[in-house]
């Protein structure tokens, strides 16, 4: 079973940061993909950020500048750091994973835009930016 714990959202001014930071074991980082994905209420899920495990990162267009995915493999860490933040970024932030060889055959299988089909998922951690 692959667990993953995501921390780190909270409420910020729109222009601030945040980092969300998700743990997840040693063994998920040497085998599978990763990435984020959010989801604001009323809406549908939207893949964000994802890193292959050969260290690739793809980002939503929306974010791409602002956010940045990476992974501390001495302390089995996924991050998301978040930056100029803004009120649309506003939603509950989900650290997923799957088997790279589930999503790498398929087109744009190892990009941002298959995270939301990620086969595990953590409980997700709020992000609120107000105006």
């Known amino acids: 079973q692959v667990q993953l714990v995501e921390s780190g959202g909270g409420s910020v001014p729109a222009g601030g940061s945040l980092r ?14 990763m990435g984020w994905f959010r989801q604001a209420p009323g809406k549908e899920r939207e893949g964000v950020a ?8 793809t980002y939503v267009d929306s974010v791409k500048g602002r956010f940045t995915i990476s ?29 790279s060889s589930t999503h790498d055959w398929k087109p744009f299988g190892r990009t941002w835009r298959a995270v939301t089909e990620y086969k595990y998922r953590g409980q997700g951690t709020q992000v609120t930016v107000s105006s």
Do not use: F, I, Q, W
């Not at 930071?21 to 998920?28: F, H, L, P, R």
């Open 71 to 99: 992974r501390d493999s001495a302390k089995n860490t996924l991050y998301l750091e978040m930056s100029s933040l803004k009120p649309e970024d506003s939603a509950k932030y989900y650290c997923a994973a799957d088997l």
């Open 50 to 57: 994802a890193m292959h495990r050969d260290g690739t990162t």
């Open 20 to 33: 969300l930071s998700c743990a997840a074991s040693a063994y998920v980082y040497r085998t599978y993909c």
